[in-house]
């Protein structure tokens, strides 16, 4: 059985341990960034925060992120952070993340365009869209009008060959495309349903 994942929140003599306990894993239930965070803020506010895992259990990139958060909210206010009471694989983890630089134009600035230019810029889409519907049926239009004049020509040794190509011998491809195509579906899909007990709806799923 899981061991859902516990926070607890101590003071000793101005440091603030951190104590996480049971299994931090993405699918179940993690505490709260808020919960420490209300906590580091209670007056006095502490110079230092550590980390108590003598009970925790299984981990992931869960944990992870919430460490990351801790960090993030204890460098805004100026707290130390002392990761010794981590794992090692956590300190890794987390030391490699923080040596990797944010790349200068990793977060754009989102420009909010006016009524007038959203109008006009779906109006030129929808034109265009228009204008490349009325080219396929001329171009379809003319080639059904020749095909019935029969003002065109055609090899039916060619026909054969090409219906031959996309029909008989293309089931081979076709038949593998679709295997593996099921096996992704079915693989996918049964990692996310089973989240919420519909694992046996993985057939359907896959029928469709």
Not at 15 to 41: E, K, Q, Y
Request: charge should be negative.
């Amino acid at each position: 059985m899981t061991a859902l994942a516990e926070l607890e929140f101590l003071r000793q003599n101005g440091t603030a341990v951190i104590r996480l306990a049971g299994d931090w894993l993405m699918t179940g239930s993690t505490p709260r960034i808020d919960d420490v965070n209300v906590g580091l803020t209670a007056a006095p506010e502490p110079r230092e925060i550590a980390f108590d895992t003598a009970a925790l259990g299984d981990w992931d990139s869960s944990i992870l992120t919430f460490l990351t958060r801790v960090t993030e909210f204890c460098r805004e206010h100026d707290i130390e952070v002392d990761r010794a009471g981590l794992p090692r694989g956590v300190r890794n983890l987390l030391d490699l993340a923080e040596a990797v630089p944010e790349k200068e134009d990793a977060k754009t600035t989102e420009i909010r365009k006016g009524v007038l230019e959203q109008i006009g810029e779906r109006t030129m889409s929808a034109a265009d869209s228009l204008l490349d519907m009325l080219n396929f049926l001329g171009d379809a239009t003319l080639t059904f009008s020749k095909l019935i004049g029969q003002s065109v020509r055609f090899r039916r040794s060619d026909l054969l060959l090409l219906i031959q190509q996309a029909g008989v011998e293309a089931l081979g491809i076709v038949g593998l495309i679709s295997f593996l195509i099921g096996l992704i579906l079915a693989f996918v899909g049964a990692a996310q349903l089973q989240q919420f007990g519909a694992a046996i709806y993985v057939a359907n799923l896959v029928g469709v």
